[in-house]
């Protein structure tokens, strides 16, 4: 099969601003976003072009932070998500529920915010960043179990506390019809004001902090919410779902011929381990306890990546009628030989394409139940070249893989290009626009 890339419709790709998100579309989806999340305008490209409505139902079955299904509620469309990870589904969940009486919200973080910062002077520490001269073994930490979890001085130890703190308080004055909210202006805070952390192509800790003004910044973010709620109360009442579950296996949570569209950002074939994005604010929301928990998350995710492999994974069984699929797996693990790599994860790179590819088929394959008949689906994915540099067109394989399995491919649609980290070489990220005609 051979189809030619075309531009996306209407979307101007010499303007430098592609990538970023509009100051008009973060409502809402800045309340907690990955930082590579795809921008919401082309989520609305995707909806003008399906011509969706308050009839249809959009599919997110990668939704992440929820980027797809806010913007399909901020247009009139019922949708449903799925999400295996769990700070992610909490995260897209708490942002497409919009029914909190906004008064009651901003009193009790009020609350809440002023009971912590008393207990907090009581035991000598201010929220307003001051020098800090107590006993650091009287100061909070994590369970050992859990702190192994995270990346070393991804929060420094004041920060921590107050996080804690402030954890513990909330929880202390649970109220059930406001907590998510509360929470989730929480694991903001974490990953923009309180950690340590810095997100590039991949994350890693930048600047310590030796304090950070804890309280302060998750009041400031509760605040957001209640003003983006109060302006958005026309699509209060737009239905949005989100499953915590396994995209391969989406017929556990949907019924069958009850999705028109799929717009969705599944996760690229690299050595980006996805969990290390959320793993501050999963350890310290209780998301995620020990290694344990860590592995069933993993289990339940497509093997986009080494980290991810597991004795017992059989997905690369579907990749048996996909020569081209099994060419590119050969051709990394014999530039491995060449180069005399030997290390554990580098033997796992044909391995983890062939893993990828068959996950990424089983679950377009399961959709074939559960779309309608006319269903137009978009999936946003991106070349990738971290293999021995071997580069892996994953656009038009998964075109490929969705031929084969009796989806029409309607267009390539180029979206932007990076330059990769380890080639420089610039790699394209596009939309592959399918339709099922059931």
């Known amino acids: 099969m051979a189809i030619q890339s075309t531009e996306i419709h209407r979307l101007d790709f010499s303007n430098p601003k592609i990538n970023q998100t509009a100051t008009e579309d ?18 609305r490209e995707y909806i003008t072009r399906f011509g969706l409505n308050q009839d249809t139902v959009l599919l997110d079955p990668f939704c992440g932070t929820g980027t797809t299904l806010v913007e399909a509620k901020l247009n009139g469309i019922p949708s449903v998500g799925i999400e295996r990870n769990p700070v992610a589904h909490f995260a897209s969940e708490t942002k497409v529920s919009w029914e909190v009486n906004t008064d009651e919200l901003l009193n009790h973080a009020r609350f809440i915010a002023d009971t912590v910062i008393h207990e907090l002077r009581e035991e000598g520490i201010d929220d307003i960043g001051m020098t800090w001269h107590g006993d650091s073994e009287r100061l909070e930490t994590l369970p050992e179990e859990a702190e192994k979890l995270l990346l070393a001085r991804s929060i420094s130890p004041l920060p921590l506390h107050k996080t804690l703190k402030l954890l513990e308080v909330i929880r202390r004055y649970d109220d059930p019809r406001l907590v998510r909210y509360e929470k989730l202006a929480l694991a903001k805070a974490l990953v923009t004001t309180i950690g340590n952390l810095h ?7 930048g600047k310590v902090k030796e304090d950070a003004r804890v309280v302060f910044s998750w009041l400031g973010n509760v605040e957001t919410m209640v003003n983006d709620i109060n302006n958005k109360q026309a699509y209060r009442m737009v239905p949005s779902s989100v499953h915590l579950d396994d995209a391969r296996n989406a017929t556990r949570v949907l019924e069958p011929h009850s999705v028109d569209a799929v717009i ?9 381990d ?3 994005t959320t793993r501050l604010e999963s350890v310290i929301l209780g998301f995620l306890r020990d290694k344990e928990s860590l592995r069933n998350l993993k289990k339940g995710l497509v093997r986009s990546n080494t980290r991810g492999v597991y004795k017992g994974d059989s997905d690369d069984v579907w990749m048996e009628r996909f020569p081209e699929i099994q060419r590119i797996a050969d051709a990394i693990e014999q530039r491995r030989i060449e180069l005399g790599k030997t290390s554990g994860f580098e033997k796992l790179y044909a391995k983890v394409t062939r893993l990828y590819f068959g996950g990424m088929a089983r679950h377009l394959n399961e959709l074939k139940t559960i779309l309608r008949p006319g269903a137009r689906l978009a999936y946003v994915v991106g070349d990738q070249a971290s293999y021995f540099r071997i580069l892996i067109r994953t656009g038009q394989l998964l075109a490929d893989i969705a031929e084969n399995l009796g989806y029409e491919v309607e267009s390539i649609d180029l979206f932007r290009t990076r330059i990769a980290t380890a080639t420089k070489q610039q790699m394209r990220e596009e939309v592959v626009v399918l339709r099922w005609r059931g």
């Not at 997100?199 to 800790?205: I, S």
């Not at 969705?264 to 980006?272: F, L």
């Open 199 to 205: 997100f590039g192509p991949e994350v890693g800790v």
């Open 274 to 276: 996805y969990t290390r």
């Open 26 to 43: 973060k409502p809402i989806h800045d309340w907690y976003r990955f930082v590579l999340s795809f921008p919401p305008h082309l989520v």
């Open 264 to 272: 969705t950002s599944p996760p690229y074939p690299n050595e980006k």
